[in-house]
């Protein structure tokens, strides 16, 4: 490695730790290490959701499928993000904020069961696990590609540093140094866009080699019977059901709206980042293309955005590249592992445990967090054997999104939804998709049926159970249907 990369580098690690070291003075009570105190500004908000969103998923594993299928990768940030972003901020988080909650499964847990909040919490918890894993993988392959460490040698340092300012800081210790590396995130992205351009002779001379090479990488839309991204499945798995219930129902994008210090800041953030998320398809997508018209010879698609920076770009703009996907990943682990902690925390264990000290809530957070990170490591392995980071991530995401996002919009629009209905739909949601996953299915059509039978489901069964007093949803629902 040069010597200017490596002080790069280095520096980029140290003033991360000490920005969030020197916030964890802030972090007195559990209140501020989940949710920041409720101080987080609109600004802070939209970058570090964009820095949590743009994390292994997007960064990498975006570019190893541009590498695989071309720009049709593109719609996972345009209808996959941006239109659901935009509700989140009107109707969702105005939602949250009326029922004062702290998280998604609370919200659940009020609209309908205590159980529900748990088993949704269980549920979202075990996903962040493997979420958190696949960034730990995509880190190591990183350094695996451009410094030539062992895998478990990158597993390990990068637990280590993200763990000691996650733990001692909390979400401001996230939010804060989210922000900061969705900065150099889209810095890096730019230079690669000019430099990669420049070193193929130009946009006539990428282009051309791409369409000649090519031709399929420039479909935005894939036949209706490709096997991983069919357009009937794009359009509806994704646009239908895993992108609103990402945006809208998932804890590592939305605490930092809900530790917003206004409910406008909260909603403000999140089209701040809807903004931001128009450009983010040409950072993450066109280092694929890239690697691909230069005929890279790698292991692993996932390995092309770590193989660009190694051999386009010049030493110092190539270490400011490499931090920027060490950040993009680091926002994936320190978001998830601080909203895991609070569901185990505060949905899991004060339902399950009546007489839990809150008081406790701090040192049971911090605790969690090792652990979670602890587990993760062991899990990033097993991503090797899985068809790539955003193939196996998005396959989870299907086996219980569809019936997470049912329960959600017929709880938030709907009187008609009983706590009974909402626990047996989501138990046997879960299990239809799996089952349905099992049997070969797509996963963007396991998503949508899964949502479909959901949606049926929780509606049938609400006319045979008993349902909420009508006082006590209120601050739950938007009336649109009554029971009756």
């Known amino acids: 490695m040069h010597p200017l990369d490596l002080a790069i580098i280095v520096g980029y690690l140290v003033l991360i730790t000490f920005v969030g070291l020197r916030l964890a003075g802030r972090v007195k009570t559990a209140h501020d290490f989940f949710l920041a105190g409720r101080t987080l500004s609109w600004w802070v908000i939209g970058l570090s959701i964009i820095g949590t969103n743009i994390g292994a998923n997007s960064y990498v594993g975006a570019a190893g499928n541009a590498f695989s299928i071309g720009i049709a990768q593109a719609n996972f940030e345009w209808i996959g993000a941006i239109p659901a972003m935009i509700l989140a901020a009107l109707v969702f988080i105005p939602l949250y904020w009326k029922a004062g909650v702290y998280s998604i499964p609370e919200y659940l847990g009020l609209r309908y069961s205590p159980t529900v909040r748990v088993v949704a919490a269980l549920i979202a918890s075990v996903v962040s696990v493997f979420a958190i894993g696949v960034a730990l993988w995509a880190i190591a392959l990183t350094l695996q590609t451009y410094l030539g460490w062992p895998i478990w040698v990158g597993i390990m340092v990068t637990g280590t540093i993200v763990g000691a300012y996650s733990i001692a800081g909390g979400l401001a210790a996230v939010a804060f140094t989210d922000m900061f590396q969705v900065c150099i995130m889209f810095l890096g992205g730019l230079v690669i866009v000019g430099l990669g351009i420049s070193h193929t002779g130009g946009f006539s001379g990428f282009a051309e080699t791409l369409v000649l090479e090519n031709p399929d990488h420039l479909q935005a839309y894939l036949p209706a019977d490709h096997a991983s991204y069919p357009w009937p499945g794009v359009i509806f798995g994704l646009g239908f059901v895993l992108s ?138 097993l991503v090797a054997e899985m068809g790539g980071i955003f193939t196996f991530l998005q396959t989870i995401l299907s086996l219980f999104q569809g019936p997470m996002l049912a329960l959600l919009i017929l709880g938030a629009f709907t009187r008609r939804a009983t706590p009974q209905a909402g626990l047996w739909t989501l138990i046997s949601g879960v299990v239809v998709a799996s089952a349905t996953s099992y049997a070969g299915v797509n996963m963007l059509y396991v998503a949508f049926s899964s949502f479909i039978y959901a949606l049926c489901a929780l509606w049938l069964l609400s006319g045979f159970t008993a349902p909420h007093p009508e006082k006590d949803l209120s601050k739950l629902t938007y009336v649109l249907w009554r029971r009756n």
């Open 244 to 381: 609103p219930a990402y945006w809208w129902a998932s804890q590592a994008i939305l605490q930092r709206s809900l530790g917003a210090r206004t409910q406008w800041d909260a909603s403000a953030g999140m089209m701040f980042a809807a903004f931001g998320k128009i450009l983010v398809p040409l950072l993450i997508v066109f280092p694929g293309l890239l690697a691909l018209v230069m005929h890279a010879q790698i292991e692993y698609p996932d390995m092309a955005l770590p193989w660009i920076i190694k051999n386009v770009l010049p030493p110092g703009i190539s270490g400011l590249m490499f931090i920027a996907i060490i950040a993009a990943l680091q926002s994936t682990i320190d978001s998830s592992v601080n909203a895991t902690s609070l569901m185990l925390t505060r949905d899991v264990r004060h339902v399950l445990l009546k007489n839990a000290n809150p008081d406790d809530d701090l040192k049971i957070g911090r605790l969690l967090t090792l652990v979670l990170l602890l587990l993760s490591m062991c899990t990033a392995p």
